[in-house]
C-alpha cells in the first residue's frame, strides 16, 4: 500500500524559500514517476513538477527556474525546493505517485492516469 506523507510547508514573505519533502513508503522511487501539484483558493488542482525513475524532471512553467524536483531513492523521499516565492504560489501542496510506471504523463494530462496522493502542506506567501 502506498502512503505518501508531505512535510515542509509554512508562511513566507515573498521572495522567500521553502523545502517541501514528501516521504514514501510502498513506492520503488527508481520505477515510478512522481509529481508535485498544488491547488490554490477556488482554482484547480495543477501539475507544477515531475520527476520519473531515472531521474528526468519536467517543471510548469509558472514555477521554472524557481522550483526543482528531487529525490532521494536509498530515502524514499521526494523533495521540492521552492525559491524566490510570489504569493500567487500560495496553495495547498501535494505529493503524488503518477500512474503505474517510471514514464511520467504530461503534468497537464495528470488526470490520465492513476494517482496516489498524499494529504497536503499549507505554502502561504505573503507580500
Known amino acids: 500500500q502506498v502512503q505518501l506523507v508531505e512535510s515542509g510547508g509554512g508562511s513566507v514573505q515573498a521572495g522567500g524559500s521553502l523545502r517541501l519533502s514528501c516521504a514514501a513508503s510502498?513506492?520503488?522511487?527508481?520505477?515510478?514517476?512522481m509529481g508535485w501539484f498544488r491547488q490554490g483558493p477556488g482554482k484547480e488542482r495543477e501539475g507544477i513538477a515531475s520527476?520519473?525513475?531515472?531521474?528526468?524532471?519536467t517543471y510548469a512553467d509558472s514555477v521554472k527556474g524557481r522550483f526543482t524536483i528531487s529525490k532521494d531513492n536509498a530515502k524514499n523521499t521526494l523533495y521540492l525546493q521552492m525559491n524566490s516565492l510570489k504569493p500567487e504560489d500560495t496553495a495547498m501542496y501535494y505529493c503524488?505517485?503518477?500512474?503505474?510506471?517510471?514514464?511520467?504523463?504530461?503534468?497537464?494530462?495528470?488526470?490520465?492516469?492513476?494517482?496516489?496522493w498524499g494529504q497536503g502542506t499549507q505554502v502561504t506567501v505573503s507580500s
Open positions: 503524488a505517485k503518477m500512474g503505474g510506471g517510471w514514464w511520467c504523463p504530461l503534468l497537464s494530462q495528470f488526470r490520465s492516469v492513476r494517482n496516489i
Open positions: 520527476i520519473e525513475g531515472d531521474g528526468t524532471t
Open positions: 510502498g513506492v520503488t522511487f527508481s520505477s515510478s514517476c
